[in-house]
């Protein structure tokens, strides 16, 4: 024969535990249950620019100003998109920047916090020739090293002496 348990309440209240609610700062209700956190949820987002200089809308640049954790996109080229993570912040700037992909040097957006005026810049850091020396520079070390090996390889020893 089954048993029925009853739970009869006393009325006193017990401490909830655990989590009650989750909520990114982008939402305004509490979600509860399995809960998966994007990361819109949280308020990151990428502010999409076109040209190479020009003003933010009032909407972009609080979204950038609210979350330091937002990103720009821009295709310097217009073929590759980048991501320009923020890496400066002064009150008269926040600068975005990339490694650009072929490694010549860092791609820079520059955007006032004021005004939302934003300016792409593109520092190098090595010229196309002072990447080719630097690379014929590695292979004239790496040919002397392996001489070096194939030197060291043949010696023989005779007697407790290298001949």
């Known amino acids: 024969m089954a ?20 909520k990114g700062a982008a939402e305004t209700q509490y979600r509860d249950g399995y809960v998966n956190i994007t990361p819109e949820n949280i308020g990151f987002t990428i502010v999409e620019v076109e040209n190479s200089s020009g003003t933010l809308s009032a909407e972009e640049l609080k979204v950038l100003k609210d979350n330091l954790y937002n990103y ?22 926040l600068q975005y920047s990339v490694v650009k992909e072929d490694l ?11 005004t939302g005026d934003y300016l792409y810049s593109y520092e190098e850091s090595h010229t196309e020739t002072q990447i080719e020396t630097i690379t014929e520079n590695v292979e004239e070390i790496s040919q002397t090293v392996d001489d070096m090996q194939a030197e060291i390889d043949s010696l023989t020893m005779n007697g407790g002496e290298i001949v």
Do not use: E, H, Q
């Not at 720009?72 to 008269?92: A, C, H, M, N």
């Open 3 to 22: 048993k029925v348990l009853t739970i009869v309440s006393t009325g006193a209240k017990t401490a909830v535990t655990g989590v009650r609610g989750v």
């Open 72 to 93: 720009i996109g821009y295709s310097p080229d217009g073929i590759k998109r980048y991501i320009f993570k923020l890496t400066s912040v002064s009150p008269t700037k």
């Open 104 to 114: 010549t040097g860092i791609m820079v957006i520059s955007v006032n916090p004021v």
